[in-house]
C-alpha cells in the first residue's frame, strides 16, 4: 500500500506521539485482567500516554489547530487530554455502536460527537452529538441493474449468474474462511451458475488456495475467484447479488451505500462486544441476516443453508438490501468536513 500519507497530497505533515493501548477482550473477564504479560503491556502503556500526552501538548501548543478531529483508536488518548488541558476544541467520530474506550476517556471534554448510527443509541449528551455516518470512498453508490451488470462485465462475471461475494475485512478472518470453505463446495454443487469471489486476507491467502484447490473440481474452480487484498472493493460487492461479511462498521457503511443484502457474522471477541451491537441493531430493523459465531459452531451447515434459503429468493433480498441501504450515509465525508470547518470557522 505504501506510505498512504506521503501519496495523499491533502495531508501537509505528518507527526508522531507515544501512546498505549488497554488490552481487554470481550467475553474474557478477569482472566485477561490476571494475565502477566497483559498486565506488563497494560502498565507499560500507561506510561506511553503520558509521554505521548506531554509530546502531544507541545505539538499543539506549536501548531495551534482550529480544530482537531479524533477518529477513535489509543492514539487519540494523548491528543484528546492534551488538547483539553489546552482547552483546544476537537470533535470525535465513532464508526461503531458503541464507543471505542479511546473516545469514551475523552467524551466529556469533546466539543461535540460524531457517529455512525442514529445517535439515541449513544450514551454521549445528545446536544452535543450528530449523526454523520462513516466516510467513504466515493466509488461506493447505490446500485442498480444496470450498474450491477457493469461491474459484471468489468470482472469478467456472465450476466446471468448468481453471484456470492465474500470478504472477513482487511486481514481476513479465520472463522469465516472456515466456514465459507466448508460451504462452497454444497453451493457449488446445488447451483450450478453460482460464481463466488472470496476476499481471504493476506495471512490467509495461500491457504484458502490450498483448501479449495483439494475441496472443488476443476470445473467449479473456474467459478471461483480469491483474492488477499483489492483497492476495488466496490466493483466485487456491486457485481454481487449477496454478501457474507463481518459487522465492521466500514464494510456495513459501504454495502448500505450500494443497498446489497448481507448474512452477517459479528466477531464476538473484539473489544466491547461492539460488532454484536453492530448487528444486533440491524437484525431488528430487519436490515441483515445475521448468524453468530456460537451457531457457526453447533452447526457446520449453518452458513450454506442460510446463503442458499437467499439465493432462491430474489425478493428477500431486496427486502434486506432495502432495509440496509435506510442506513447509509452517502454524504458522511462532506458533512464531517462542514462540521469540521463551523468549529473551526468559530474559532477564529
Not at 449453518?302 to 434486506?320: G, H, N, Y
Request: include cysteine; proline fraction near 5%; hydrophobic fraction near 45%.
Amino acid at each position: 500500500m505504501g506510505d498512504i500519507p506521503a501519496q495523499d497530497p491533502n495531508i501537509d505533515a505528518v507527526y508522531t506521539v507515544r501512546a498505549g493501548k488497554f488490552r481487554r477482550y470481550h467475553g474474557e473477564g478477569l482472566k485477561q485482567l490476571l494475565d502477566l504479560p497483559t498486565m506488563f503491556k497494560n502498565a507499560r502503556d500507561f506510561f506511553y500516554v503520558l509521554i505521548g500526552f506531554w509530546q502531544s501538548r507541545k505539538l499543539l501548543k506549536a501548531l495551534q489547530p482550529d480544530v482537531l478531529f479524533i477518529k477513535g483508536g489509543f492514539v487519540g488518548v494523548p491528543v484528546g487530554l492534551a488538547a483539553a488541558s489546552l482547552h483546544q476544541p476537537y470533535i470525535t467520530h465513532d464508526s461503531d455502536a458503541i464507543p471505542g474506550l479511546a473516545n469514551r476517556i475523552i467524551a466529556r471534554w469533546a466539543t461535540q460527537h460524531a457517529v455512525a448510527m442514529p445517535k439515541d443509541i449513544y450514551r454521549y449528551p445528545a446536544n452535543k452529538t450528530v449523526t454523520t455516518g462513516v466516510p467513504l470512498n466515493k466509488l461506493f453508490v447505490p446500485v442498480t441493474a444496470a450498474l450491477q451488470q457493469r461491474y459484471r462485465k468489468e470482472l469478467d462475471l456472465p450476466a446471468g449468474a448468481k453471484v456470492l461475494f465474500i470478504i472477513g475485512g482487511g486481514l481476513g478472518s479465520q472463522i469465516i474462511n472456515r466456514a465459507v470453505s466448508e460451504a462452497v463446495p454444497h453451493l457449488m454443487h446445488e447451483y450450478r451458475d453460482l460464481y463466488v469471489i472470496h476476499g481471504v486476507g493476506r495471512a490467509n491467502y495461500d491457504d484458502m488456495e490450498a483448501i479449495y484447490n483439494s475441496s472443488l473440481t476443476p470445473a467449479q474452480q473456474q467459478r471461483l475467484r480469491v483474492f488477499d487484498f483489492a483497492n476495488d472493493i466496490y466493483r466485487y460487492s456491486g457485481a454481487a447479488d449477496l454478501i457474507v461479511t463481518r459487522a465492521g462498521a466500514t464494510n456495513l457503511a459501504e454495502f448500505a451505500v450500494q443497498g446489497k443484502a448481507c448474512v452477517v457474522i459479528p466477531s464476538s471477541f473484539l473489544t466491547g462486544g461492539h460488532q454484536l451491537k453492530n448487528t444486533k441493531y440491524l437484525e431488528e430493523q430487519g436490515a441483515a441476516a445475521v448468524i453468530t459465531e456460537e451457531q457457526l459452531a453447533d452447526d457446520s451447515n449453518r452458513l450454506a443453508k442460510q446463503v442458499s434459503d437467499l439465493l432462491k429468493q430474489p425478493e428477500e433480498r431486496a427486502k434486506l438490501g432495502a432495509a440496509l441501504h435506510k442506513f447509509a450515509k452517502p454524504h458522511a465525508t462532506s458533512d464531517l468536513a462542514v462540521l469540521l470547518l463551523s468549529l473551526a470557522k468559530e474559532r477564529r
